[in-house]
């Protein structure tokens, strides 16, 4: 087996070949092997006389080998193109990868998934948002497919794990021993332990800005369909939707406030197509995914209190409504001074009715 890893492991690391050269290569020769066979005129007929040489150079022997050690460690997994466990689902996107590094169970890959995406920057609604949906949705038996980024991602990760089998995948744009960002290195491990990371890129490759956006077509290849929870316009989220719906994916949308930048991105993804989505519900109607005798849990807006009992806090709440809402504009909402008000607001912060935004505005949860 090591072996056959082995050629494998050369192919990809061979130096200008992306992975459609590499799959005209295997399409022309069969396994690698037959390709590293084979000779430099029948190599250059298919890739050309600069990557044929490349092609036929002597194998990078230390980086094989430290690759084929780090598969022997517990946990970890090397997925080729012709290996049975490869996930299916990827063979129907345009550009799959012939080789994955894996960090936990690589059966999950075969499970039906929906991704969750979003924005790094979330607001806390929608970090609400994607925590409640991936525990609705993760509860009905679905996998959840994100990026391991700040914000949407990460929540829609742990709200995953936080049901009892709930599984996650999370795909990453770095090598597979380099975990990125380092505020989710705790996030990552509980992914290991209890669901699965995915890379395509080699051991050792750093937190590029342009892997970030390619690895978004294995996040929607992965998955049944996209949920954006919030995306700016021109975010990479708007790029996995766009990804996803080439491949045949379904595309869901949280719509937001018209005030919102976050918003924007979603709205724009319902204009063209996108199915609006309230409750997980939504989703698991569209699939036509339910368990017999049981209706599909919602995933709530939010994860609000029980109303203030206090007819104050209650008016200020009620006059704060759900967009995100500027000191002066509230005080001349409620009629109070800005002292009062203030003292108002920190106690429904404090009681988790509403959280503080930058910029001096407030927004209700």
Known sequence: MHDDLATWLRLSFIPGLGPARQRSLLA???LPEQL???SRTAIASVVGTQLADAVRAAPDTARIEAALAWADEPGNHLLTLADPAYPHALLDIADPPVLLYLKGDPALLARPALAIVGARS???QGVANADAFARALGEAGLTIVSGLALGIDAAAHRGALAIAGGSTVAVIGTGADRLYPARNQALARQIAARGVIV???PLGTPALAHNFPRRN???AGLARGVLVVEAALGSGSL?????GSESGREVFAIPGSI????ARGCHRLIRDGAKLVETAADVLEEFGWGLPGRTPAAAPRGAPGAAPADAGHAHVLAALGHD????????ARCGLTLDALYAILLALELDGHLTPLPGGRFQRL
């Open 28 to 30: 022309a020769f069969g």
């Open 199 to 201: 890379s395509e890129y």
């Open 217 to 219: 077509r294995l996040i």
């Open 259 to 262: 005030h919102s930048p976050l």
């Open 324 to 331: 995100p809402v500027d000191i002066d504009t509230l005080a």
């Open 122 to 124: 979330a607001t806390p």
């Open 239 to 243: 790029i996995t939707a766009r990804l």
């Open 36 to 38: 590293f066979a084979a």
